[in-house]
């Protein structure tokens, strides 16, 4: 039975949301091997988006079934309202589970959304949201310049072909240093990298005065909320692996793709051993190197595989 009336009958108006959803999926089963500075790199993260984003926005983040001391971090942080939306799942759902949850319940209109190890520079979101405004048709904006896989980014070219005052150019636009930035981060070898990196062309598209590269990434990406919702749900059957479909899907829909000639953003990896900042980093509790026999690359390798094999059957158990 139901005693009294209830006082939030009396409320007019509730709060709206903002147009940007930040939105980040964090997964650190534990804080050794692998994951050993995983932690300090998603408070490095967070920290980006708290001191260098000016306009309006929620923050959601999605958690993958992360050990304890991840989820203490991140339950503090939602008390002190620095994350409005919090979801802690009990299993880890995948990459694309995460995605179809959090672009079906964002409450933006355009889902700004990051893995939890990208630095975020002052200014990123404004530049994202300036491409979008210029392009109404695009799917994915990503902050920084960098080569992607031509094959997705069809529509893009199509579209960029048709259209009048824009063109489309192929060539040695990106900079080796820009191609290493972000190869080094994801652990390429140099030499491996340098190969790939010249016998492959960038294609850009050009509209007035404003270049930008031609595809997008996964891993960092500014969209339309209806975007990403019109190619809902994207499949989930592996953790990892399977993200390309979200590419695919948007390209296959006829939605551009685009990366940006500037650094807005960086990819870290799970160390904190990128370019950024060094007051960044001191926000952490990082922890400091090993000694120098354990960071040769032959060690690295074995103990790299040693964890992967070790991970892989507590995992199943």
């Known amino acids: 039975m139901r005693v009294g009336k209830n006082p939030a009958k009396a409320l007019k108006t509730v709060p709206q949301p903002a147009r940007v959803t930040v ?6 089963p534990v804080l050794s091997g692998y994951y050993a500075q995983s932690l300090d790199v998603l408070k490095v993260c967070l920290n980006s988006i708290w001191e260098n984003t000016r306009e309006p926005y929620d923050l959601l983040v999605f958690d993958n079934a992360s050990c304890a001391e991840v989820r203490d971090y991140l339950n503090e942080q939602h008390r002190q309202g620095k994350i409005q939306y919090l979801v802690l799942a009990d299993k880890n759902m995948g990459k694309a589970g995460a995605w179809n949850f959090i672009f079906g319940a964002a409450p933006g209109e355009v889902i700004a959304y990051a893995d939890s190890d990208v630095y975020f520079y002052p200014g990123w979101l404004a530049a994202h949201l300036e491409v979008l405004d210029d392009f109404p048709q695009v799917g994915m904006v990503t902050g920084m310049p960098m080569w992607t896989p031509h ?21 040695r636009y990106l900079s080796w240093e820009d191609y290493w930035r972000h190869a080094r981060s994801l652990g390429a070898e140099e030499a491996k990298a340098r190969a790939h990196y010249e016998a492959n062309e960038v294609l850009c598209l050009l509209a007035g005065e404003k270049r930008y590269y031609i595809g997008a990434a996964h891993f960092q990406f500014v969209s339309p909320k209806s975007a ?32 940006t000639p500037d650094w807005w953003v960086q990819h870290l990896g799970n160390t904190l051993e990128a370019s950024i900042p060094a007051e960044a980093v001191a926000t952490s509790s990082a922890s400091r190197r090993g000694p120098g026999f354990w960071r040769l690359p032959p060690v690295q390798r074995l103990l790299r595989g040693l964890h992967h094999f070790t991970f892989e059957k507590l995992s199943r158990s």
């Open 151 to 171: 094959e997705f980014s069809t529509a893009t070219v199509a579209w960029a072909e048709r259209t009048p005052g824009v063109q489309v150019q192929r060539g």
């Open 228 to 259: 990403l919702q019109s190619v809902l749900p994207v499949p989930s059957r592996r953790p990892m692996g399977e993200v390309r479909l979200l590419d695919i899907a948007l390209n296959e829909k006829g939605y551009l793709r685009l990366t």
């Open 23 to 28: 939105a980040l999926i964090t997964y650190i």
